[in-house]
């Protein structure tokens, strides 16, 4: 999109997968004078739009699906060399933002910060720093910073010195040539020891890990991904490109800490979503001059972010009561065709269908039910593509059950991924889609406490089937 500008006005891209959040920035940046040239919902679509627009001003969310921040600043950078780059998520001070810095945005603000001080800082960034600045900042500014920004700011152009970035990480990081033979620019105290050696400076990888160098030959050219392999220890690997060199994160698979450490960051940052859009609409109400039309707008939005912080709490909730031993069931007779119809018209009435073929009632505990519905819902429209169709049918192997098929029409789930996609905060390697990776997690959790079950099959030609068989009730 684009809008009418005035000479004078900052010309600012939106790249953010929240709808309600661009809403809110948009309003706020008409409010303070600026002018909104584009938006975009995810970083491939967002470089289109900087490319047509040109813009003064960029804020860049990092996580988002089809193409994260990450992966589209650096080409961000190069389409508007003289642009401030703002990167704003839920993420925060940690290894994302500081790469963020290092590889050309000018900031980072954490969601939650204040539509005001948003502004605030874009005024600065564009009104006061017109190139990089390599002095001292003042108390006053260090002050400022402290409360949103992570890093320098901003950051500089040309290559820093050469550093280690996250000496004290409890993961391993190996920083290696882009292409072969990958000579290592620096490794942190956990890679050492993961490999069982410090390898030189300047040496080919496979000179003190030939597995490890193989297996990234094998697999770098299509772009950041995950994979096991072994170092005399089983490890997860994950490369990330940068302009130029390879960021290979090793961290080991049997690391309980390290599970629950990705597990808070990714919850931390689904929940921070929903609460900036939150704050953000408290604050934007509180404006003199907000039409009701546009305070209609505003509370919808509080509505639908407050589902989905409803979403993610129910499923800690429920995983947390799994663990304890004290998940409650109150299992009744649910007729099924309500149930489903109920939660269908609650979020997904344009982009469902919903085909029953056999109306006997299940025994099932309706709320749970809705649960795992919701969260089958969610996972088709977030990593499949429409349509999306609820089918309820009779069970081949079981007819004392019924069957409610989800399906989507997407690529489906990757065949190496298949064995862990119920298991608790799991994710599929090198997917940019946010996620807590407990929604099917808890599904299975729930069917398994109700007498049912939970599976996976691939579609054909292409797409996915989730089915949900539940105990049929003989009243």
Do not use: W
């Not at 002050?143 to 901003?154: D, K, L, Y």
């Not at 410090?198 to 772009?223: D, K, Y």
């Amino acid at each position: 999109m684009s809008t009418g500008t005035v000479v004078g006005q900052l010309r600012v891209v939106i790249i953010d997968d929240t709808a309600d959040l661009r809403e809110l920035l948009r309003s706020a940046l008409v409010r303070g004078g600026m002018a909104l040239v584009g938006e975009a919902g995810d970083g491939l679509a967002g470089i289109e739009a900087v490319r047509a627009t040109n813009p003064d001003v960029v804020l860049l969310d990092l996580s988002m699906p089809v193409m994260d921040g990450l992966e589209a600043l650096p080409t961000i950078r190069a389409l508007v060399p003289a642009a401030r780059i703002i990167v704003l998520s839920g993420f925060g001070a940690s290894q994302m933002s500081e790469r963020a810095l290092e590889i050309g945005a000018d900031a980072y603000l954490q969601k939650g910060a204040s539509l005001g001080r948003i502004l605030d800082h874009i005024r600065d960034a564009v009104g006061t720093r017109s190139g990089p600045v390599a002095g001292p900042v003042t108390e006053h500014e260090a002050e400022q910073a402290a409360e949103t920004v992570s890093g320098p700011v901003p950051a500089p152009r040309a290559p820093s010195p050469r550093r280690d970035p996250i000496s004290l990480a409890p993961y391993g990081v190996l920083e290696v040539g882009a292409d072969p033979p990958y000579r290592v620019l620096a490794a942190n105290p956990a890679a050492i020891e993961l490999l069982g050696q410090q390898p030189v400076p300047g040496t080919a990888l496979a000179e003190s890990a030939h597995e490890l160098a193989a297996a990234i030959a094998g697999v770098r050219l299509r772009g950041d991904v995950s994979f096991e392999a072994s170092l005399g220890r089983a490890v997860r690997v994950t490369l990330r490109h940068t302009d130029d060199s390879l960021l290979v994160y090793l961290q080991e698979i049997s690391d309980e800490v390290a599970h629950l450490r990705t597990a808070i960051a990714t919850t931390a940052h689904e929940l921070r979503g929903p609460v900036a859009v939150l704050c953000a609409v408290a604050e934007t109400l509180t404006e003199d001059d907000v039409s009701d039309t546009d305070r209609n707008r505003l509370l919808e939005s509080v509505g639908r972010q407050a589902k989905m912080l409803d979403g993610i709490t129910a499923d800690l909730l429920v995983e947390a009561q799994a663990e304890r031993g004290t998940l409650r069931i109150e299992v009744r007779t649910v007729e099924l065709t309500a149930l489903l119809a109920d939660v269908v018209s609650d979020r997904y009435a344009r982009t469902v269908r919903i085909e029953v073929t056999d109306h006997r009632p299940v025994l099932a505990d309706p709320i749970r039910l809705e649960q795992m519905v919701g969260n089958l819902l969610t996972n088709a429209h977030k990593y499949g593509d429409p349509p999306v169709v609820i089918r309820v049918r009779t069970s081949r192997e079981h007819p004392d059950c019924l069957c409610i098929d989800v399906e989507d029409d997407g690529s489906g789930v990757p065949l190496e991924f298949r064995a862990r996609l119920f298991c608790e905060f799991t994710r599929a390697a090198g997917t940019a889609v946010p996620g807590t990776g407990l929604g099917l997690h808890v599904v299975h959790t729930l069917a398994q406490a109700q007498g049912g079950s939970i599976s996976y099959r691939s579609r054909e030609p292409r797409g996915s089937v989730f089915t949900l068989t539940l105990p049929v009730s003989r009243r």
